[in-house]
């Protein structure tokens, strides 16, 4: 079935006699997601008719008339009271013929000089410029809960793995100053990537710039962008702005998929290392003594959708001759999705690691199995004896075999013990083989003791404060 060509698109469709196929009126539209960007949209054209005001390229009148009645759709919007129309097919054509509803033929004045094309790339690049300011906050808030948490367990101690399997004594501080130095790389990758897209591609107009006596730097400083685009047929065609947001949300979800994963880990009774209160768990219907993190475990899992987003948008793009291609409306769903996944995910995670209480004991107690101060040891046979650290490895590993067929820790053994297999080894031994000693004694750069730990934190406040004054 066929519209009418004068109806909805008709806006642009002069040279068409009949409407758009009902199919094709679906495929083409946008409005259905990229009304989310209705107040960018308003930003940029009044940015655009104050320019061309100034520039004496519309009258005053006009002017304030496009005005007002952008300011009244604004309000619309705002209250619900806007009709959006799919035959308008997206938020562009929906805000500027109601505004021809409001004005009359004035409003036809607004796209002098101006082209969907440059008006979406402003729009959009206005709406992740806004989420990467949103991102980057919620990025910093992670940082200092987690960074609190470092600091009260800066002495409790945990087992550090490798393989899974428990490798040295670490503190439980030092673990969840990691993610710090993560979630800090993170948003300096927010930061490097919203300083390289806040440039304005308004006044590129379709693809070639435009003859009108437009004043680019003007409107890119209304809109707040640091100059305009240097080249116009780059300014509607790219959205490299859009991929280095997703890239380092994709880098992002993955370092809180990983986090997730910890928290499920440690929540399982297996490990009982810490707690989440009723508010960040959920019971099971049929188990009553489950007490699951599924927030956790949507993290891990709501991952996938914002990688998705960036390999979607790289494949998007990645055949586009220059310059604007109707592939490229398919920009703006999947972003949208992943801006709201990632902020909830940091939302919940922020909520996580100031609900989650560290079972002290518990982790104390694991720490101190399965030989975890074997390290120590063979330090100590190299340290103190002297002995090529290759030697003191095979040593320790004579001593761990004998402690497992004893069934004890290395610390239970005997000094006689010991020296039957080394005669050279002194009761001094005895100083480095309990848990804290080890944890303490790691005093090197980046290393796990509690008084490092304590400054990293320390560093990190400051740090927060100089990255919240920005
Ligand atoms: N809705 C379109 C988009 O999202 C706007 C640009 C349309 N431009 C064009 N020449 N058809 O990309």
Redesign the pocket.
């Known amino acids: 079935m066929q519209g009418d060509a004068s109806k909805g698109s008709g806006l642009i469709r002069g040279r068409f006699d009949e409407g758009l196929d009902e199919v094709m009126e679906q495929i083409n539209?946008?409005?259905g997601f990229?009304r989310k960007m209705a107040a960018q949209d308003i930003k940029g054209s009044l940015a655009h008719v104050a320019m061309l005001c100034e520039q004496d390229i519309i009258s005053q009148a006009d002017a304030t008339a496009i005005k007002d009645g952008l300011e009244v759709i604004r309000a619309e919007i705002a209250t619900g009271a806007f009709a959006y129309s799919v035959e308008l097919?997206?938020?562009?054509?929906n805000i500027e013929s109601r505004l021809r509803e409001l004005i009359g033929a004035t409003a036809g004045r607004l796209h002098t000089a101006r082209?969907?094309?440059d008006?979406?790339a402003t729009s959009?690049r206005l709406w992740v410029r806004d989420a990467h300011d949103r991102t980057s906050q919620l990025i910093l808030q992670l940082v200092e809960s987690l960074a609190a948490q470092a600091g009260q367990h800066a002495e409790t101690i945990m087992p550090g793995f490798t393989h899974m399997q428990s490798a040295q004594p670490i503190s439980f501080g030092h673990h969840l100053m990691a993610y710090v130095e993560m979630f800090g790389r993170d948003h300096g990758r927010f930061r490097d990537s919203r300083e390289r897209m806040n440039e304005s591609p308004l006044g590129a107009a379709?693809l070639a710039g435009t003859s009108f006596p437009i004043d680019r730097g003007r409107t890119a400083e209304l809109l707040g962008f640091a100059r305009p685009m240097r080249n116009s047929l780059d300014a509607v065609s790219d959205r490299d702005f859009a991929i280095e947001y997703l890239s380092s949300a994709s880098l992002c979800m993955t370092h809180l998929s990983r986090l997730a994963e910890e928290i499920v880990l440690w929540m399982s009774p297996q490990f009982g290392f810490i707690e989440l209160s009723d508010a960040w768990t959920t019971g099971s219907s049929i188990m009553p003594q489950k007490r699951n993190p599924d927030a956790a475990e949507l993290v891990r899992g709501k991952t996938g959708r914002v990688h998705g987003a960036l390999i979607g948008l790289l494949t998007v793009m990645k055949a586009l001759p220059l310059t604007?291609s109707?592939d490229?409306?398919e920009?703006?769903e999947t972003t949208f999705d992943a801006v709201e996944t990632l902020e909830l995910c940091l939302k919940a995670m922020i909520g996580m690691m100031g609900d989650m209480k560290p079972r002290v004991s518990e982790m104390r107690a694991a720490a101190g199995t399965a030989h975890a101060t074997a390290t120590d040891l063979a330090d100590w046979l190299t340290r103190e004896l002297g002995m090529p650290f290759r030697e003191a490895h095979h040593i320790t590993g004579r001593l761990v075999r004998l402690a497992d067929e004893r069934k004890s820790s290395l610390d239970e053994l005997s000094l006689q013990e010991m020296q039957e297999v080394d005669p050279r080894i002194t009761a001094d031994v005895f100083t480095v083989l309990g848990v804290e000693d080890s944890v303490t004694s790691r005093r090197s750069v980046g290393g796990t003791s509690p008084e490092r730990v304590a400054q990293e934190v320390e560093e990190w406040r400051s740090r927060l404060d100089r990255l919240r004054a920005k």
């Open positions: 539209a946008s409005i990229d097919e997206d938020i562009h054509m082209s969907r094309n008006q979406v959009f379709a604007f109707k490229m409306q920009d703006k």
